[in-house]
């Protein structure tokens, strides 16, 4: 079964204190692995896409990895304004749904 | 920015009543989906539509549930006879196409929040 994790399920940063979150998935096939921000009451912001192990992208304080089991977002020096819920979400070989992973609520204190 | 559009974004609705949630997803996007989340768990998928049929469903999407392309530009999502569990956000959501690396993403907006009493 198809199955996307995510830990720590909440984590409380000091301002400037770096850390990363992680997603461990198994899916058969995968074709892509996603990256969004949630806010309360607000839908999905979408941040990055990841295709292929090895592969890496930025933005910002954001940086995403993907390895064949697992996915990290690493928050370098956070900033209050970062504090959201961070969602994971897996694309399989076949079928167009995704996947999510219950998230990571991040809290950046100042 | 191009984004996805929903309408309503909070309604009350007794049990038992029909509600159409509405969205216009990114103009030139292909694919179209809608998904729920209950407050306080993960983000599930209710149904994508292409090319004027719904092309996956989860087993959410039971027959109380329908979806339409009307005109050009919306999408709705229907729940015929709603139930209290059927209290959720309701996120619709776009994609451009089905590339191997481009064009993949699924842009979501704002939601819906429904409540039934």
């Known amino acids: 079964e198809d199955q996307v994790t995510q830990s720590p399920e909440a984590l409380r940063l000091q301002e400037g204190e770096s850390s990363s979150l992680n997603c461990s998935y198994t899916v058969s096939g995968l074709r892509g692995l996603f990256w969004y921000r949630q806010d309360p009451g607000k839908g999905p912001e979408f941040l990055f896409t990841?295709?292929?192990a090895g592969e890496e992208k930025e933005k910002e304080r954001l940086k995403a990895t993907l390895t064949k089991k697992e996915s990290f977002l690493h928050i370098t020096a956070p900033k209050p304004e970062d504090s959201a819920t961070y969602l994971c979400a897996v694309q399989r070989g076949t079928g167009n749904q995704f996947y999510f992973g219950t998230g990571t609520s991040l809290t950046v204190i100042p | 920015e191009p984004e996805v559009t929903q309408t309503p974004s909070h309604q009350v609705t007794q049990m038992g009543q029909e509600v159409i949630l509405r969205c216009v997803p990114i103009s030139n996007h292909l694919y179209f989906y809608w998904y729920r989340q209950i407050l306080g768990q993960k983000v599930e998928f209710l149904v994508s539509f292409y090319n004027n049929e719904i092309s996956e469903k989860s087993e959410i999407f039971d027959d109380q549930f329908s979806v339409e392309r009307p005109d050009g530009s919306n999408f709705t999502l229907k729940i015929r006879s709603t139930k209290l569990e059927d209290s959720a956000m309701y996120f619709c959501?776009?994609?451009?196409?089905?590339?191997?690396?481009?064009?993949?993403?699924?842009?979501f907006g704002e939601g819906s929040w429904l409540t039934v009493v």
């Open positions: 959501a776009s994609r451009e196409k089905f590339g191997p690396l481009s064009g993949n993403t699924i842009y």
């Open positions: 990841l295709y292929s």
